[in-house]
């Protein structure tokens, strides 16, 4: 029999389903999935910056994961959420974004011989540690600093806009 200590611990997983592939998360770094009424689209900024949800009194920023790789903006479908991430980073003021995903997440198990190692691809440089397959899903588990840092940049840079008595105005999500 073996030690306790010794045992493997199973650990589990967040499957996010995007356009056309999957967004790979530890277990605590979602926080809660929202709908998109919630969302204020900002007419600044890169088109991977959809705007600012409110949630629990604090307002965050929402990105499109696929918009940030350089691929096209996900179209919007009656399955589509809003779900907060906590990236454990210091670059934003809580270390909170949200995303914007294709359905609801899945929580898995995260078998080491059930995961397969997949090559990167191009589009994977600014937002993923790596490329993935569990089971039959391809996913990209996510560089939430790197992510976290260029979103901080960017708000920064809405919010200074904002401020000056630019035309940034948020509007609702249509």
């Known amino acids: 029999m073996a030690d306790a200590d010794t045992r493997p611990r199973e650990l589990f997983g967040h499957l996010l389903p995007l356009q056309g592939v999957s967004l790979l998360l530890p277990k605590p770094a979602v926080l809660e999935v929202l709908g998109l009424d919630s969302v204020a689209l900002d007419t600044e900024g890169p088109n991977w910056l959809l705007g600012f949800a409110e949630w629990q009194g604090r307002r965050l920023p929402a990105i499109s994961i696929e918009a940030l790789a350089g691929e096209s903006l996900p179209t919007r479908s009656r399955r589509s959420r809003l779900v907060v991430i906590n990236s454990l980073g210091?670059?934003?003021?809580?270390?909170?974004?949200?995303?914007?995903?294709?359905?609801?997440?899945?929580?898995?198990?995260?078998?080491?011989?059930?995961l397969q190692r997949r090559p990167d691809l191009p589009q994977d440089a600014d937002v993923a540690l790596s490329r993935v397959r569990l089971a039959n899903t391809e996913a990209i588990i996510p560089d939430l600093e790197a992510i976290e840092a260029r979103l901080a940049e960017v708000v920064a840079t809405v919010e200074q806009a904002a401020e000056a008595g630019g035309d940034w105005e948020p509007r609702p999500i249509s």
Not at 98 to 103: D, E, K, N, P, Y
Not at 106 to 114: F, K, Q
């Open 90 to 114: 210091t670059h934003l003021e809580n270390g909170l974004f949200a995303v914007v995903i294709q359905g609801y997440p899945h929580l898995t198990g995260l078998n080491p011989a059930a």
